[in-house]
């Protein structure tokens, strides 16, 4: 389940589970079973990041797939100065998964979520270790419905849809400066309400 | 709009932007705040994009996904646990308060027989189970080729579907690519561009352009109304076959397409002037 890195370890009250840059180090050292911990903390967020990009739950489990592949293949790159293990993952799984949205030419798809339907064969996990994943996810539901709607659909539009803010002012017929200062001040806003947050990830 | 125009902008801010962007292919920074703001300003920005998809509901991969993973790690996917089932347990002796030693040697004498045959019949079903499992590794190596080959068929399909579509729609533009440097002169390459009415699909088919420097590739740009140049992409080329390109997007408001050449992997934007120009387009009816 996703966490960040020490700090969070402790503030979850689980000072025995590993951090995960120590698992990103023991991957490096090719242990198989530190790839089987980080699946087990990122897999359901990573796997949700990929369906809501590809709309598919097939294609998200490739994603998935190839990601930690990456990870095991790749895990010497990751510099822990310039990003938290989640976010490193995140950004590898959003990579491949915009690559793929576009390599099938379906990027003109609209991303709200409202459109989004998941299968009902995949369900959420449940248990202690999702403790961290629920509390993060509803910080940031709680912040994402505080944003006026027109912030929150191009921040969408920009991660979830991989659209530059150009191609956002031409899919939905705004300014592209409008767009800009929209997104500016939907981050900016994200960047305060989440300090705490950021605080036990840097 | 009133909310849009509130609150003070400082660099970090920008800086967050930008980084939202240049996630994104195909983009040309649009501001240089990044110069200004420093390593905490840009970590803690990128922290903030990785909290993004916190907002979406977790969503479990199926049960197999894990075990596939991890079979593909191990680069095995049969397990070789049937092989460590079998074992048995003899049974143990049993005391009486007869005369125990006439029938405890035969008896003893029968379990070594029993032991010896049950030995013998359990080496020979792993044999025989290993055998089974190799056989089924093969079969497995077999299935996951040919649906690596049915992948690569798949998205050789859904580029040649582009390319006919952009090919065969009606009202489709053209554009030459010309040498704009003179070694190219002697013997011009023919690079052209077809653009779909729909001016998003677009195909470009090069020949004769030969392979690029060592350690470099061509990038192909689109140029807009506005003076940006977009990448759309790396690729590189071979005389004497042809190289294809295909793609659903193109930035709108382009007038003009050229070719540079650049580092392995690309570049932000071009650093040095085009190889191939073109901004005649040609509509065919």
Known sequence: ?202 | MSQDQKATVTPEDRLAVDLLDRLNPCVVPVSDASEDAGAVALRSSLEVIGLLPYELDPMAPSPSAKERLMASLSGEGTSRQAVEEGQFAAPAARTGAGDWTRWALPLAAGLVLALLGLSGWQRLHMERQRGEIAQLSGHLREVNLESGELARYRQELVEAQAKLSVLAASGVEVCSLHPMEDRLAAAPPTVTLFVAPDHQHWYLRVDGLGPSPKDRAYQLWFITDEGSQVSAGTFDSRLGSRTELTSATMPGGTVAVSVTVEPLGGSPEPSGPPLLYGDEVMRIL
């Open chain 1, 1 to 202: 389940m996703p966490s960040p890195d020490t700090s969070s370890d402790t503030a979850s009250g689980s000072p025995s589970r590993t951090d995960d840059k120590e698992l990103v180090r023991a991957i490096v050292e090719r242990k198989e079973e530190a790839v089987a911990e980080l699946y087990d903390r990122f897999s359901s967020l990573l796997m949700a990041l990929a369906y809501r990009v590809l709309g598919n739950a097939q294609d998200a489990e490739e994603i998935l797939q190839e990601t930690f592949l990456q990870v095991w293949n790749q895990a010497a790159r990751y510099d822990p100065s310039r990003s938290s293990v989640s976010t490193w993952l995140v950004l590898i799984t959003r990579s491949r998964s915009i690559d793929r949205l576009r390599s099938r030419q379906v990027q003109q798809r609209t991303v709200t979520a409202a459109q989004q339907e998941k299968p009902t064969s995949h369900t959420s996990p449940t248990g202690v270790g999702d403790v961290l994943l629920q509390e993060r996810q509803k910080r940031l539901g709680e912040e994402m419905s505080q944003l006026p709607p027109e912030q929150r659909q191009v921040l969408e539009l920009a991660f979830f849809g991989g659209s530059t803010q150009s191609e956002i002012a031409e899919q939905t017929g705004i300014p592209l400066g409008t767009v800009k200062t929209r997104t500016l001040l939907a981050m900016k806003k994200l960047r305060a309400a989440l300090r705490e947050e950021i605080g036990d990830l840097l």
